[in-house]
């Protein structure tokens, strides 16, 4: 069975702390995300990485950074903590370019205070 | 801009009849979709795809229909059962691009 794991289902954290949001996934793929969801607002991704050490900027990187050292594993970093990044934070895995689908972690719900 | 516009936030359905939700997108060089399911507290599970090669897929209870002109496709639920009550998201990508762009969701509600 294919598993994405992330490491906290749920965290409280304080403004202006660094945190450090951890994805590991079983399934050998290459590409790897990090969405946050809001309400009213979907998914929107912040960054992905199609390989080790490889990383791109999705639609709403402000305020965070990413590390891609081992393939399995996908770590988000906020850099700083701010209320606004109050929110459900999703990582996911696919295999390829095309004609996959992508497999989700169980989520992890930050609220920073 | 958003490329994945999914307009009705919320549906409710009465348990046996039909649930359709609708997506539209805006990019004609998208040639995958998905529909994913979300359930309060979890991670979005894959429900079906379809490519643009086609104009529908089915699974079980669920298809999806694709209708590239007005670049609008639907998931079609048949019967919906309470069980389906969740958060639907579309999303859609393009050969030799990596990521999903999803739609804002529709929480569909089934009734018993």
């Known amino acids: 069975d294919v598993k994405v794991t992330q490491s906290s289902r749920y965290l409280v954290k304080r403004t202006g702390e660094k945190v450090f949001l951890e994805c590991v996934q079983d399934m050998d793929h290459e590409n790897m995300f990090w969405y946050r969801q809001d309400p009213g607002l979907g998914l929107r991704l912040i960054y992905f990485?199609?390989?080790?050490?490889?990383?791109e900027k999705g639609d709403i990187p402000e305020g965070y950074s990413v590390s891609r050292e081992k393939k399995e594993r996908f770590s988000l970093i906020l850099e700083s903590a701010s209320t606004n990044q109050t929110s459900m934070y999703l990582c996911a895995s696919r295999d390829s370019f095309g004609g996959a689908e992508a497999f989700f972690g169980q989520g992890t719900r930050l609220t920073v205070v | 801009d958003q490329q994945v516009k999914q307009n009705s936030p919320s549906l409710s359905v009465q348990e046996g009849r039909i649930s359709i939700l609708n997506c539209d997108y805006t990019n004609s060089m998208f040639d995958y979709f998905l529909w994913y399911k979300k359930y309060p507290a979890e991670g979005p599970t894959f429900l079906i795809s379809?490519?643009?090669?086609?104009d529908k897929n089915e699974d079980g209870r669920f298809t999806v229909f694709l209708n590239k002109s007005a670049k609008h496709l639907s998931l079609h639920i048949v019967p919906s059962q309470p069980g389906d009550s969740a958060v639907y998201f579309c999303a859609a990508s393009s050969t030799g691009t990596y990521k999903y762009i999803f739609g804002t969701g529709t929480r569909l509600k089934v009734l018993a």
């Open positions: 379809i490519s643009s090669i086609k």
């Open positions: 990485s199609y390989d080790v050490k490889m990383k």
